[in-house]
């Protein structure tokens, strides 16, 4: 008996042993989690997919590429019976893209091995938020009638998996007379939505709301044009900005685009009715613009700001107010005090656990005075406000200890003890003193009666 308890508590301690760090490890993956995001494009190469939608597909993919955040990356695979192309998220989408511009449409559809070959490519990727995007006629086509049953049942089952991944699929439809719309069941599934081209919205339009809704990249309109050749000052507000991204969108072709602006690297990814300008931190805040339309049409532009920023803190304790001074500084990926500028300081705002802080600026430092009754650990975030819109800013965050000394209890008067010491001494001397006249007196009155108890008293007799 005593050999099975020991046996028992040996294998207790080979289970928890075991289980313990894989529980620890599968918890280190879960928080692991990048912040960005992964886009997956599935593009219809099918017979049924002419060459004008063809090209405008691929336009579509390279426009929001081009403005993707950049934490963000974008794959493509191009499907017809297999998926037989793809652009993966390491590669060059503007490459992939100018390989794919003279490929000629054909065969059936399978819209589930190219949903399960999107999965597979989203397998390994660390990130939060997983997307898939179908532009398509909504067809599910095979060659027999049995065939397009099981493809479209195995489609479903793709489209089951990637809802049980939380991997969202958007579907950009082209509307065709006598096809049925099949693919679009996967953005009910998974909680994305259906997008129908039609000759009013273009691809381009489904390009710009995914990039502002799905995505939710925060815009600044910079406004309307409806003249077939501008020329526009764009400003950048500021030069503390990692990436800017300006976006053209026409309704009629776009053509002869010049930028003039200094900065670290300038970039256009153009397609017939869209380019995307990239300036690599900007080094002016004005960016000179100069476009031309094939023809006179509507054209709406807008400003995307990325930011990189560090947060800094230290604090000192203020021992005569018993408050914590707290010094934030607030840098961009090249070294610069943000709040050093007076343009973009009022737009700043710091958040200590969660709750807007009231600061004041020095020697390009935000400087917030803070009462904590105990030491401890706080947060602190930094966003911006007023600037038209939000910008988006990565990394601006930080945390900071606070350390608070112990209170100091006053000490209590202490009474002076000398004139009780000397009432001690004079009563007890006087008492001794006592003491000793008690003792001589009472020796004094013995030595008398023993004297007088030794002497004979003569007797006096009288007569009368």
Not at 106 to 134: Q, S, W
Request: aromatic share 8%; with cysteine.
């Amino acid at each position: 008996m005593k050999k099975f308890k020991v046996m028992a508590v040996f294998i207790l301690f080979l289970f928890f042993s075991s289980v313990l760090p894989m529980q620890a490890a599968a918890q280190t993956q879960l928080s692991g989690l990048s912040e960005g995001g992964r886009v997956v494009f599935l593009l219809d190469g099918s017979n049924s997919m002419s060459k004008e939608r063809w090209q405008e597909a691929l336009d579509c993919v390279l426009m929001v590429d081009a403005m993707l955040p950049s934490d963000y990356q974008a794959a493509l695979a191009v499907y017809n019976t297999e998926v037989d192309a793809a652009v993966g998220f390491d590669d060059s989408m503007e490459e992939g893209i100018s390989d794919l511009r003279e490929r000629k449409q054909g065969g059936y559809t399978d819209p589930g091995a190219a949903l399960d070959a999107a999965l597979e490519m989203l397998v390994g990727e660390r990130v939060n938020k997983k997307y898939v995007v179908f532009i398509t006629d909504g067809e599910v086509s095979l060659p027999g009638e049995e065939d397009t049953k099981e493809a479209f049942t195995a489609y479903q089952a793709s489209a089951a998996n990637a809802a049980e991944q939380g991997i969202v699929v958007d579907v950009l439809l082209y509307e065709t007379k006598n096809i049925e719309d099949q693919v679009s069941e996967s953005a009910a599934l998974t909680g994305g939505s259906c997008f129908l081209r039609t000759q009013e919205k273009t691809a381009e339009d489904f390009g710009k709301d995914y990039l502002f809704e799905r995505i939710g990249l925060e815009k600044i309109m910079l406004g309307v044009s409806d003249s077939p050749d501008n020329l526009t000052k764009v400003s950048l507000q500021d030069t503390f900005a990692e990436r800017v991204r300006i976006l053209l969108l026409s309704e009629k072709g776009l053509q002869d685009i010049q930028v003039s602006c200094q900065s670290r690297k300038i970039s256009i990814a153009q397609g017939n009715r869209f380019a995307v300008i990239t300036l690599e931190h900007p080094l002016e805040d004005t960016v000179d613009l100069q476009y031309a339309m094939a023809e006179k049409g509507r054209m709406n532009a807008y400003l995307v700001k990325e930011y990189d920023l560090t947060v800094s803190a230290e604090a000192s304790y203020m021992p005569e107010t018993g408050c914590q001074q707290i010094q934030v500084r607030v840098i961009n990926s090249e070294g610069k005090d943000i709040l050093e500028d007076p343009e973009i300081r009022d737009a700043v705002a710091i958040y200590i656990e969660g709750e807007k802080a009231p600061y004041e600026v020095s020697n390009g430092s935000a400087v917030i005075t803070r009462f904590e009754e105990s030491s401890r650990e706080i947060d602190i975030n930094v966003d911006f406000e007023e600037l038209n819109s939000r910008i988006y800013c990565d990394s601006a965050q930080s945390s900071l200890w606070l350390e608070v000394p112990p209170v100091e209890l006053p000490e209590e008067p202490v009474e002076d003890e000398a004139p009780y010491y000397w009432i001690y001494v004079v009563t007890a001397g006087v008492c001794a003193a006592f003491a000793v006249l008690l003792c001589l007196l009472m020796y004094a009155k013995k030595k008398t009666k023993i004297s007088t108890a030794g002497k004979k008293i003569p007797r006096t007799i009288t007569r009368y």
